[in-house]
């Protein structure tokens, strides 16, 4: 399946290693789901970890180097802005499609729910898990 992270997923992973983000990671090692990613989402990755995780330098080129290995990267050259309430959310979805994802993995479900128009479903870490038979 072919995913877009949203980085509220990213922080809650770095934050508990026993949650679903955290489990979602490592489910991400094995190449069964396919993640997505633009420069603009994973430059908000990597400042956003360095604001809020309780990380250090280890952990937080850790994730970054995990993610750019295991990602799709692409290039966004149309813009659906203000489609969502939030810009960043419509960055989110800009990526989801163009790279045809089918999920788009969050906590913030609300701000995601016009994704449906696009046949992207917005899905928790933990239902998106017990979709594809982890938990």
Same mark, same amino acid.
């Given at each position: 399946?072919?995913?877009?992270?949203?980085?509220?997923?990213?922080?809650?992973?770095?934050?508990?290693?026993?949650?679903?983000?955290?489990?979602?990671?490592?489910?991400?090692?094995?190449?069964?789901? =396919?993640?997505? +990613?633009?420069?603009?989402? &994973?430059?908000?990755?990597?400042?956003? %970890?360095?604001?809020?995780? #309780?990380?250090?330098?280890?952990?937080?080129?850790?994730?970054?180097?995990?993610?750019? =290995?295991?990602? +799709?990267?692409?290039?966004? &050259?149309?813009?659906?802005?203000?489609? %969502?309430?939030?810009?960043? #959310?419509?960055?989110?979805?800009?990526?989801?499609?163009?790279?045809?994802?089918?999920?788009?993995?969050?906590?913030?479900?609300?701000? &995601?729910?016009?994704?449906?128009?696009?046949?992207?479903?917005?899905?928790?870490?933990?239902?998106?898990?017990?979709?594809?038979?982890?938990?």
């Amino acid at each position: 399946m072919d995913v877009v992270i949203d980085t509220n997923v990213i922080i809650t992973a770095m934050r508990s290693r026993y949650g679903a983000s955290n489990r979602l990671l490592q489910e991400l090692a094995t190449g069964k789901t =396919t993640v997505h +990613i633009s420069v603009p989402l &994973f430059l908000e990755y990597a400042e956003v %970890l360095l604001r809020f995780a #309780d990380i250090g330098v280890t952990e937080y080129t850790t994730i970054l180097s995990f993610i750019d =290995t295991i990602a +799709i990267h692409h290039n966004i &050259f149309f813009l659906f802005r203000k489609f %969502l309430s939030d810009n960043d #959310d419509d960055m989110i979805l800009e990526l989801a499609i163009k790279a045809n994802a089918q999920y788009i993995i969050t906590y913030n479900i609300k701000d &995601f729910k016009n994704a449906v128009q696009f046949g992207i479903i917005p899905i928790t870490p933990k239902d998106y898990l017990q979709l594809i038979g982890v938990l």
